[in-house]
């Protein structure tokens, strides 16, 4: 009990850790890609790239980019890289805490068509995150890069592959998290193993008064481009848990690819705006795939038949097999110090106040009881959707 207790200190401590970095990281990001599309490349003297003036915070700031780099080294240059590595490191910390730690409740699902070891599902996770970085490289390395739209088809390609191949394994909200991970992941050692030794290289041609390669600072403006592209996409997997009908259809590897290529455009929208490009169809290609996406994922009509009754004998039943060792004011089940989201059905009048809140998590998204670890039953999922259904027509 303790430890779970200490568990949920170190979860909030370590997400709110995230949370910070990943706001600076992002911050950082959006802002510098923002001036790159807003800096006025016009008659600028010799050497500078670009500049721009800006108010904010009740300040005028005056900012310059240069071609290559200034004539002396300046006393003070700041990088930005501790915010991704924080950010990487928390989310890894979170990773381990909340799905490595309590694999078979949060990662694995009993429900999955392959069922393997907590050991195998760490492992198989692991792999992911590694092997995501080193097919997306390569793909850098390829000729592939130079063709952005095809090379983005063929990263879109790889989402569904991975989403599906994990729906075998892990819990549909794990998938989800896995590829938000699989993506952050390649942004950090984007950072770390390109964007940072190009920068690297860059102040050693300041120091050394060497010539630069256009290539070298393109390689870097690059991968930041696609880190930038990578964003919302990441953002949204880290928010999905929240919303089991993203999570919890028949195809999820398709939900996942559709929200990704709605995240990416709208990213990309936002782009062409800054640039000052129109963008008019690019918004309504967004929106033919967020409205396709509502549409293919929209619950099936209640198909409630007057003729079946269920008593609440019943429903309290299963409440008190598949849900109360968690949902009550102390949990039996290990690991819950609390009842998770303060939510509980163990008395009769908590079960009926929270009546819809369960059908949509056992009927709609099928989302509980968490991993399906005590193995709820279609006739059992059958008689909460009776009982909330019928209370609907009465
Ligand atoms: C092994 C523990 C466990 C079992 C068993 C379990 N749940 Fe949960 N439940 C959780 C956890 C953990 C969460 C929080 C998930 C999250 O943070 O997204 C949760 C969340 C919920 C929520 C969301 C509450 C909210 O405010 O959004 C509902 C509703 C719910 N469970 C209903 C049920 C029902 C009904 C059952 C039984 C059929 C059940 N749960 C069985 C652990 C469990």
Redesign the pocket.
Known sequence: MLEAYLLDWLNLFLRFVHIITGIAWIGASFYFNWLENKIYRVGQRDGIAGSLWAIHGGGYYYLEKYQKYPESQPIKLHWFKWEAYSTWISGFLLLITIYYLNAE?YLLYSDATIVVTPAHGVLLSVLGLVSGWLIYDGLCRSSLVRYPFYFLLVILALVPIFAYLYELVFSP?AVFIQLGAMIGTIMVANVFFVIMPVQRKLVQACDEKTPVSSELGLKGYQRSRHNNYFTLPVLLTMIS??YPHLYSTDYNYLVITVVFIVSVLVRHIFNLRGEGKPFGRTIIIAVVFLIAIIVAVMPKQNVYNPDIKVGFEQVRE??DK??V???SAN?T?AG?AKP????M?HTDKLAKQ?KK??Y???VMSRS????N??K?TDEERGV?RIWYESTLSN
């Open positions: 409740t909200k848990g929240h299963v409440l598949h849900c060792s968690c949902h949990p089940q819950f998770p989201l303060g939510f059905v929270g809140l369960i949509q998590n056992t509980m009881p968490l991993g670890l005590t709820m909460i």
